[in-house]
């Protein structure tokens, strides 16, 4: 059974930089891309970016270039995304994604990120 | 890809049939990367269609979908209570992928 598990949630101060972490587990890490996608209170949902954890390579939304970057550790089948030089609009619930063709199944519960002063 | 969502909310009694909208700015060439999701309050998202028609392991036949092109419908045939939900659709035809902005079921 496919398991992804992301940090607590977190408190940050504008400017800061915040790290959420996505554990995977129940099927083999390196064979699926994982996706970032975050959802600011009572808003839709915004992609922003994949990671192919077998490689490292990345594709990022025009949005968060420059902001973002997504990592792994593949002896811990964890995927990280972090976001720098936050902001109020940065508040947002942020979810790992793994990638299937056949639609995306499988989610982790979610972390939220509060930016505030 | 832009995709639009409509209505926005539709409030509906259980039983009734409900018949959600989704449309593409441009075609998704693939109907194969067309899927939608459910959403409940304080839950992640979860898929209930992919590839435009085909539900997800464990999703109640009375959800279905159809379209091709830029038109694409999710259909719920007979409201259940828990329905009540934001639905999204999504592309991931073309990179990046993107969701429409939901349409919110709520049941009388």
């Known amino acids: 059974q496919v398991h992804l598990v992301q940090s607590g949630a977190e408190v940050k101060k504008p400017g800061a930089s915040v790290k959420v972490s996505c554990k995977a587990s129940?099927?083999?890490?390196?064979?699926?891309?994982i996706h970032w996608v975050r959802q600011a209170p009572g808003q839709g949902l915004e992609w922003m970016g994949w990671?192919?954890?077998?490689?490292?390579?990345?594709d990022y939304a025009q949005t968060f270039q420059g902001r973002v970057t997504m990592t792994r550790d593949t002896s811990t089948s964890t995927a990280y995304m972090e976001l720098s030089r936050l902001t109020s609009d940065d508040t947002a619930v942020y979810y790992c994604v793994r990638d299937e063709s056949a639609g995306w199944e499988d989610w982790g519960q979610g972390t939220l990120v509060t930016v505030s002063s | 890809i832009v995709l639009t969502q409509s209505p926005g909310t539709l409030s509906l009694s259980p039983g009734e049939r409900a018949t959600l909208s989704c449309r593409a700015s441009q075609s998704v060439s693939s109907s194969y990367y067309l899927a939608w999701y459910q959403q409940k309050p304080g839950q992640a998202p979860r898929l209930l269609i992919y590839a435009a028609s085909s539900r997800a392991t464990g999703i109640p036949d009375r959800f279905s979908g159809s379209g091709s092109g830029t038109d694409f419908t999710l259909t719920i045939s007979r409201l259940e209570p828990e329905d009540s939900a934001v639905y999204y659709c999504q592309q991931y035809d073309r990179s990046p992928p993107t969701f429409g902005g939901g349409t919110k079921v709520e049941i009388k």
């Open positions: 129940g099927y083999t890490f390196i064979n699926y891309y």
């Open positions: 990671i192919d954890p077998s490689r490292g390579v990345t």
